[in-house]
């Protein structure tokens, strides 16, 4: 059987990530979403096992320790990370698996997963950000310009993401996630059992 394909995803705080990868699942439920491990604090309507895995900071620690993860960073103070052994599990069922995590654990899934596929989704325009991060109303200016800040900086690395992904409505978005996992499909690699029968002398 073939592997499953791992596409990473991340984007700017604001962008509407969540949104969009929660609308693929739905459409798709037989890809896996990989639920992370995570030392911040749940947030209202947030399910322990379902939007991540909440621990205390020893016991991520005591995780990183025994290498349990494929990647893991620090994030506005906070751990976050993949663990590796569900991930592959699925993968060698042949299922597709989704992370979503920021760009530098991004950028340690490229190094060691060469293989994967990574898409960055990104919003119309700067001011369409700082817009939507307005009109939420649940940060204060402080916390907008911070926002804002990292987003200038998250900025410099998408060029080594193989997608961008532009959410100027969110069924586009997830039309071009659906896109990206449907090439990935198709690569020569990971198809080439419909030419056993060609095989001649
Ligand atoms: P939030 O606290 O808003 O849920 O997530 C903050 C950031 O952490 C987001 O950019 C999210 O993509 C990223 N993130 C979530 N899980 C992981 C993970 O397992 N590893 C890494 N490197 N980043 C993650």
Same mark, same amino acid.
């Given at each position: 059987?073939?592997?499953?394909?791992?596409?990473?995803?991340?984007?700017?705080?604001?962008?509407?990530?969540?949104?969009?990868?929660?609308?693929?699942?739905?459409?798709?439920?037989?890809?896996?979403?990989?639920?992370?491990?995570?030392?911040?604090?749940?947030?209202?309507?947030?399910?322990?096992?379902?939007?991540?895995?909440?621990?205390? *900071?020893?016991?991520?620690? %005591? /995780?990183? +320790?025994?290498? $349990?993860?494929?990647? =893991?960073?620090?994030?506005?103070? #906070?751990?976050?990370?993949?663990?590796?052994?569900?991930?592959?599990?699925?993968?060698?069922?042949?299922?597709?698996?989704?992370?979503?995590?920021?760009?530098?654990?991004?950028?340690?899934?490229?190094?060691?997963?060469?293989?994967?596929?990574?898409?960055?989704?990104?919003?119309?325009?700067?001011?369409?950000?700082?817009?939507?991060?307005?009109?939420?109303?649940?940060?204060?200016?402080?916390?907008?310009? *911070?926002?804002?800040?990292? %987003? /200038?900086? +998250?900025?410099? $690395?998408?060029?080594? =993401?193989?997608?961008?992904?532009? #959410?100027?409505?969110?069924?586009?978005?997830?039309?071009?996630?659906?896109?990206?996992?449907?090439?990935?499909?198709?690569?020569?690699?990971?198809?080439?059992?419909?030419?056993?029968?060609?095989?001649?002398?």
């Amino acid at each position: 059987m073939n592997q499953g394909s791992l596409i990473v995803l991340s984007g700017f705080s604001g962008a509407g990530k969540s949104t969009v990868i929660n609308q693929v699942l739905a459409q798709r439920p037989e890809i896996y979403f990989s639920i992370s491990f995570t030392t911040r604090a749940p947030r209202e309507g947030e399910v322990n096992g379902v939007n991540y895995h909440f621990v205390t *900071k020893e016991e991520f620690e %005591a /995780r990183i +320790e025994k290498g $349990e993860f494929l990647e =893991y960073a620090q994030y506005n103070g #906070n751990y976050y990370g993949t663990s590796m052994a569900v991930l592959r599990e699925k993968m060698a069922q042949g299922i597709d698996v989704i992370l979503d995590i920021e760009v530098q654990g991004a950028a340690l899934v490229r190094e060691k997963m060469p293989e994967s596929i990574s898409g960055f989704i990104v919003p119309p325009s700067f001011q369409h950000l700082e817009g939507r991060l307005r009109g939420r109303g649940t940060d204060d200016e402080e916390t907008i310009q *911070k926002r804002l800040a990292i %987003a /200038r900086v +998250e900025a410099k $690395e998408v060029p080594k =993401y193989d997608y961008i992904i532009l #959410n100027d409505a969110v069924e586009n978005a997830v039309a071009q996630v659906f896109a990206i996992l449907d090439a990935a499909r198709c690569r020569t690699q990971g198809r080439m059992d419909l030419l056993e029968d060609f095989k001649g002398e």
